[in-house]
């Protein structure tokens, strides 16, 4: 998928942000929601899906292997699925565009069904590494033939009957466990994954919901997490909550621009995924939950965020699996806090859609803030609440969360922030920038 001309966007401080917003669908919910819905017998409806391009990749490649999925203009998605075990062989390479979340699930789709797909992404995503889910998925009984470096372009011949096995993750992934989990749908027997640390646990309460037989146990070795194979998917309804991670920008802005009051509706609070509004509450952040419900085995809430000074913490590193795509955000906070943040703990963040590491202590040190490079995180000396110099153009390198990040850096800084190209915000949050016009003009 070419990506398409840069678009530079500049963002400069116009005030403080007053307003209620509605976030996307969450991403991780949704790509779920897809393939297991595509594999359900029967129609199933989505509503509240992300409509954002990753989201988009994965219906597209559920499609191209049989699944009828088609979207509506009032927001509903109805799917009618194939049946565990019907994939069909696609026509043509499924083009992942920037989602490594639907490469590496659905590798593990096809990994146990009698197919062969071949998967391709965009220039960013051709960099990530899929070595992590070769691995495990190979062991089931799958050949897979990846690029140098055990990369995108990657051939997964599916092995059926597959072979079940007992993984213990070497790094804290969810999209590991849950590439394993789906490939043992179609298993023979039970698959296990045992996770040292706990990830986000969206695979699990979904597979339950659609009538797998999933079982979760504590052990001394970590998580356990089963499922037994070959069963039958039921079609659901399901309503996707609003998506954390792109709370979190809202969070992050309402929390450093002062005089600001922001509303976010509808977010999802699951514990594996929360850690980024617990490390901002204990930055002195005043976040409140309103109304907290539950929505489809999902906690949910309406968060509204105050204006308050940060001080600096030293983030907990058990919190980094919850909030592993959350950390850009989170260092731009810290550079409005008093003291010096560390936050450390999150080796992942060097092979997402960037070194997300590197890329935001260059950004960062663009502004004129003051910060500390580690191979697993940033310490960051704040402003006490001051804005930051600003007035550097930034390198997004392709990423969604870089661009936007830097996009709530600028709502504080003394001279205009430049994101050399918001594009990328597209893959997960299309309404970014004018949702942010919305929140300045209601102050």
Not at 40 to 63: C, H
Not at 275 to 285: C, I, K
Request: with cysteine.
């Amino acid at each position: 998928m070419p990506h398409p001309p840069p678009r530079p966007i500049e963002i400069a401080a116009r005030g403080s942000l007053r307003g209620r917003v509605a976030v996307p669908g969450d991403k991780s919910i949704s790509h779920r929601a897809l393939m297991l819905a595509g594999l359900a017998v029967g129609e199933s409806r989505i509503e509240g899906l992300l409509e954002g391009e990753d989201v988009l990749a994965t219906a597209a490649a559920m499609r191209a292997m049989g699944a009828t999925v088609e979207g509506a203009d009032d927001g509903t998605w109805r799917v009618w699925g194939v049946g565990i075990g019907g994939l069909l062989q696609p026509a043509q390479a499924l083009d992942m565009g920037n989602s490594g979340t639907s490469t590496r699930l659905l590798a593990g789709l096809v990994a146990s069904h009698p197919i062969t797909a071949t998967f391709t992404g965009d220039a960013s995503l051709s960099k990530r590494p899929m070595a992590r889910v070769i691995e495990p998925l190979s062991l089931m009984g799958a050949d897979i033939t990846a690029s140098p470096g055990g990369r995108l372009p990657m051939m997964v011949r599916g092995l059926c009957p597959a072979v079940p096995i007992e993984y213990t993750l070497p790094v804290a992934s969810a999209q590991v466990k849950s590439a394993i989990l789906l490939a043992g749908l179609n298993t023979p027997g039970v698959t296990r994954v045992i996770e040292p640390v706990t990830t986000r646990d969206h695979s699990e309460r979904m597979l339950a919901g659609f009538g797998a037989a999933v079982t979760v146990e504590a052990s001394n070795r970590g998580r356990i997490v089963s499922i037994t194979g070959e069963a039958e998917l039921k079609p659901q309804h399901i309503v996707v909550p609003g998506d954390p991670s792109s709370a979190a920008f809202w969070a992050v802005a309402g929390s450093i621009v002062p005089g600001s009051e922001v509303t976010i509706a509808n977010v999802g609070l699951n514990p594996t995924r929360a850690g980024l509004f617990e490390a901002l509450r204990m930055m002195g952040a005043d976040i409140a939950e309103v109304d907290p419900r539950s929505v489809g085995g999902e906690p949910v809430a309406d968060l509204v965020v105050r204006h308050a000074p940060l001080r600096a913490i030293e983030a907990p590193p058990d919190l980094a699996p919850s909030m592993i795509d959350e950390y850009p955000v989170l260092f731009v906070a810290a550079a409005f806090a008093t003291g010096r943040t560390v936050a450390r703990g999150a080796h992942e963040l060097r092979v997402k859609e960037s070194d997300r590491i590197a890329a935001m202590a260059a950004a960062l040190g663009a502004c004129g803030v003051a910060v500390e490079e580690f191979e697993d995180g940033l310490a960051i000396t704040g402003t006490g609440g001051e804005p930051i110099p600003g007035g550097a153009t930034i390198a997004s390198l392709l990423d969604h969360r870089i661009a936007m990040a830097m996009a709530v850096a600028g709502l504080h800084a003394r001279a205009p922030i430049t994101i050399d190209d918001a594009t990328p915000v597209a893959t997960s949050y299309p309404g970014f920038f004018a949702t942010l016009d919305g929140l300045t003009e209601c102050a």
